[in-house]
């Protein structure tokens, strides 16, 4: 299975700032890469897919770069329902698998 | 809006079985590739396997090969899942998630992709 390691594990960031989390793959999976977020005792959503492009109807402060092995989610202005944590996962082979997640609070 | 439903909480024994429904009553699954994934209590989210529009095909995780059953009712367009042989590592919620019909890489019969719809949940508690 292809390993997925997202870091770092949580941070802590003030409204408005860019926050950035790593994602890295154990093998080159292109830009199979999808990023959700969840919020406590909610489903996960999706954000992005194939690595950089935005789900419709998700806020332009978010956004995904990289390709190969390692990749990269930002949110540009963080706001305070962005509270969540946030995972990657590939599905560059099966079967898909995610990171570990990275929660992200409110400083 | 897409609102998928999943079947209500669940409490087994250990050693018992536990089906949960999936379906999307204004928006029917019918031509959708259904996963389902699962996550323990303050754990990350583990995928379970998927199965396709037919009902007719299905692909498992390796962990949970023998002790999962996906199938679907095309009538109602339904999605369940069934895990049975339950231990207490398996309290989890369980989620359905519809796949995207957007790009996708093809593994055999399987086009995976992303999920863009995902049910509320299901707790599933395994206690004696």
């Known amino acids: 299975d292809i390993q997925m390691t997202q870091s770092p594990s949580s941070l802590s960031a003030s409204v408005g700032d860019r926050v950035t989390i790593t994602c890295q793959a154990s093998?080159?999976?292109?830009?199979?890469l999808n990023w959700y977020q969840q919020k406590p005792g909610k489903a996960p959503k999706l954000l992005i897919f194939?690595?950089?492009t935005l789900e419709t109807g998700v806020p332009s402060r978010f956004s995904g770069r990289g390709s190969g092995t390692h990749f990269f989610f930002t949110i540009s202005n963080l706001q305070p329902e962005d509270i969540a944590t946030y995972y990657c996962?590939?599905?560059?082979?099966?079967?898909?698998?995610f990171g570990g997640g990275t929660k992200v609070e409110i400083e | 809006q897409v609102q998928v439903v999943q079947s209500g909480a669940e409490v087994k024994k250990p050693g018992a079985s536990v089906k949960v429904s999936c379906e999307a009553p204004?928006?029917?699954?019918?031509?959708?590739?259904v996963h389902w994934v699962r996550q323990a209590p303050g754990q990350g989210l583990e995928w379970m396997g998927v199965?396709?529009?037919?009902?007719?095909?299905?692909r498992y995780a390796q962990n949970f090969q023998g002790r999962v059953t996906l199938t679907r009712d095309t009538s109602t367009s339904t999605v369940y899942m069934e895990l049975s042989s339950l231990r207490s590592e398996d309290t989890a919620v369980y989620y359905c998630?519809?796949?995207?019909?957007?790009?996708?890489?093809?593994?055999?019969?399987?086009?995976?992709?992303?999920?863009?719809?995902w049910g509320q949940g299901t707790l599933v508690t395994v206690s004696s």
């Open positions: 998630a519809r796949q995207s019909l957007g790009r996708v890489r093809f593994f055999d019969w399987l086009p995976l992709g992303s999920f863009d719809y």
């Open positions: 204004r928006y029917p699954l019918t031509n959708y590739y």
């Open positions: 199965i396709n529009p037919g009902g007719d095909k299905t």
């Open positions: 093998q080159d999976i292109t830009n199979y």
């Open positions: 194939d690595a950089s």
């Open positions: 996962q590939q599905y560059g082979n099966l079967p898909p698998t």
